[in-house]
């Protein structure tokens, strides 16, 4: 993924916390290298590698986290920060189409591991 400006940098070892349950929001991060495990609890939701994005929701409606993110591995992430993030969306569509993705399928994911079989549009 192309970052149209300066991105943070952020180095995490196996075991640290990216952001915890309730933290405030400031940004989303894309995995450059290593493997995070979005948890909650002693739940594990998602394992993110390579590629993958962690903590878009936060920013996109402007809450706290809703998980926890801890490195499983030793990690390289790019940080996008608010600004970065609606710049990215306004002038790359297929960023804001990559995000909204990544949430479609982790939203489809929680509801057939719990069971909650939402109805599907004509448009799925």
Same mark, same amino acid.
């Given at each position: 993924m192309e970052i149209c400006g300066p991105a943070e940098n952020v180095v995490l070892h196996a075991g640290e916390f990216l952001f915890q349950e309730g933290d405030e929001a400031h940004a989303l #991060? +894309? +995995? &450059? &290298?290593? +493997?995070? @495990? %979005? %948890?909650?609890?002693? *739940?594990? #939701?998602? *394992? +993110? $590698?390579? =590629? =993958?994005? %962690? =903590?878009?929701?936060?920013?996109?409606?402007? @809450? *706290? $986290?809703?998980?926890?993110?801890?490195? =499983? *591995?030793y990690c390289e992430l790019i940080e996008i920060d608010v600004a970065e993030f609606l710049s990215l969306v306004a002038t790359t569509p297929s960023f804001a189409l990559t995000v909204m993705r990544v949430m479609a399928r982790r939203l489809r994911t929680m509801d057939q591991r719990y069971g909650r079989n939402l109805p599907h549009s004509p448009a799925d």
């Open positions: #991060y +894309v +995995v &450059k &290298k290593g +493997v995070l @495990r %979005v %948890v909650s609890g002693s *739940t594990v #939701y998602e *394992t +993110v $590698r390579a =590629g =993958g994005i %962690v =903590g878009e929701m936060a920013i996109i409606d402007e @809450r *706290t $986290r809703s998980a926890s993110v801890i490195a =499983g *591995t």
